[in-house]
Structures are given as structure tokens and as C-alpha cells.
């Protein structure tokens, strides 16, 4: 049974930091590559950054370019997302998703976490 948790979510001011972890298990997570996606309230889903199987090619969203770094663990099955800078337009759910292929901001992802979610006041 797949399962992908994500943690780290809360409350910052504008310019603050966050980390967000994502655990997963029940399928070959060196085998995927993972991304991190949030959505505002009514709002579509928004591609944030993804990271190929084995941690060595990494994609962003220009909006974040320089602001968010994704890292990933292999040896404990973890996704890991470090961003800076916050923005007040930035508040919304987080998920980690993970996709059998190539990392990719826009193809379709396979098995998806259920969120943590960020409020960043201005």
C-alpha cells in the first residue's frame, strides 16, 4: 500500500523559512522521480518542483527559481522541500507526488500525499 505523508507545513510571516518532508512507502521510491505541487483555496493545482530518481536533475517553477531547493533521501524514502522568501500568494497546500518516468512539471504523477498546508501572513 502506497502511503506518502507530508510534514512541515505551518504559519510564517512574509520572508520567513519553511521544510517540508514527505515520507512514503509501499513502492520503489529510488525508482521515482518525486515532485511538490500546492493549490490555493479555489485555485488550480500549481507545479512547484521535481527531482529525478536518483537526485541529480531537479526542475522549478520560475516563480520559486533561487527561493525553494528540493532534495531527496533515498536510503529513508524521503522528499524534502527548503524554501525561503515566502510570499504571501505562496499560502496553500503542498503535496508530494511521485511518477515512475523522467522528472517533469508537467506530466501526469502517479501516487499523490495528502498535503500539509502553509499560510504565509503578509
Known amino acids: 500500500q502506497v502511503q506518502m505523508v507530508e510534514s512541515g507545513g505551518g504559519t510564517v510571516q512574509a520572508g520567513g523559512s519553511l521544510n517540508l518532508s514527505c515520507t512514503t512507502s509501499?513502492?520503489?521510491?529510488?525508482?521515482?522521480?518525486m515532485g511538490w505541487f500546492r493549490q490555493a483555496p479555489g485555485e488550480q493545482r500549481e507545479k512547484v518542483s521535481c527531482?529525478?530518481?536518483?537526485?541529480?536533475?531537479?526542475i522549478y517553477a520560475d516563480s520559486v527559481k533561487g527561493r525553494f531547493s528540493i532534495s531527496r533521501d533515498n536510503a529513508k524514502n524521503r522528499l524534502f522541500l527548503e524554501m525561503h522568501s515566502l510570499k504571501p500568494e505562496e499560502s496553500g497546500r503542498y503535496y508530494c507526488?511521485?511518477?515512475?518516468?523522467?522528472?517533469?512539471?508537467?506530466?501526469?504523477?502517479?501516487?499523490w500525499g495528502q498535503g500539509t498546508q502553509i499560510t504565509v501572513s503578509s
Open positions: 507526488a511521485a511518477r515512475e518516468h523522467s522528472c517533469t512539471l508537467f506530466g501526469q504523477y502517479d501516487y
Open positions: 509501499g513502492f520503489p521510491f529510488d525508482a521515482h522521480a
Open positions: 527531482i529525478n530518481y536518483n537526485g541529480d536533475f531537479t
